[in-house]
């Protein structure tokens, strides 16, 4: 990414649970999680933002989307199956090898390219009782926490419990607490090749959890976080001599 130049994020939803009228989320994101989280992203003013769902053709990620893009976020639920394993492939790629920036968020712990990165189930504890979090901050000083409180609290949100089967974090950002008693790994960092890997966890979609100002703020710091670092691709293959010492 070249100096002076904006981020370019495409944020990705599932966006099905939205369009059910009988469902909550239809009434907590009427126009689709992608969209609120699009409209606090595209306050910034070195974001430029473009939304994708999975319903588009392609889901929304084309080749040329896809090269287009600095920083993916990703929300899945329900149809993880739907998501075509050749686009699960054409994201790896870009991350892995082309240094774009992956955002996991929520349920999308269980979403194929997660999955595919991870090398791992990516399974957990989970349950759906209206309970309080509270989102610690143990790694104040990653990018990812600036600005963030010591901790701050969701009154309402789907618990996710240890273990979450997923490698170590090469960084631990967040550790959130639930009402129940359960903890969890809740902001997580990892690099695959040549990308920037967050996982974080808040955001059931029957919760307005994607309106609170901390959470909005943790989203933002994580694409500055992924973004690609603009650094020199490595050259491969075989080389002439570079001459004698």
């Known amino acids: 990414m070249n100096e002076g130049m904006k981020t370019r994020v495409t944020v990705w939803n599932e966006f099905r649970h939205e369009r059910n009228t009988k469902h909550q989320a239809s009434k907590t994101y009427p126009d689709g999680i992608h969209a609120v989280i699009a409209s606090f992203l595209a306050e910034q003013p070195d974001f430029a933002v473009r939304t994708a769902t999975l319903d588009e053709p392609e889901h929304g990620l084309a ?131 040549n990308g920037r890997i967050f996982y974080f966890q808040p955001g059931h979609e029957t919760y307005p959890v994607y309106r609170q100002p901390e959470v909005q703020r943790a989203i933002v710091n994580a694409c500055r976080w992924a973004a690609p670092t603009g650094a020199p691709a490595p050259v491969f293959g075989n080389r002439p001599p570079r001459g004698s010492l």
């Open 63 to 193: 080749q040329g989307v896809l090269d287009a893009t600095d920083v993916l976020t990703w929300w899945g639920h329900t149809a993880h199956r739907e998501v075509a394993n050749d686009v699960v492939e054409r994201v790896y790629e870009r991350v892995v090898l082309g240094g774009m920036g992956l955002i996991v968020l929520h349920s999308g712990h269980f979403s194929k390219i997660f999955k595919r990165l991870m090398g791992t189930t990516c399974n957990l504890k989970w349950r759906v009782a209206d309970e309080r979090e509270r989102v610690w901050v143990v790694e104040p000083g990653h990018p990812v926490a600036r600005g963030l409180p010591e901790c701050f609290e969701i009154p309402r949100e789907e618990m996710h419990g240890e273990r979450f089967d997923v490698p170590a974090p090469e960084t631990l950002v967040f550790v959130g607490w639930f009402q129940g008693g359960e903890v969890f790994r809740s902001g997580c960092c990892y690099r695959r090749g």
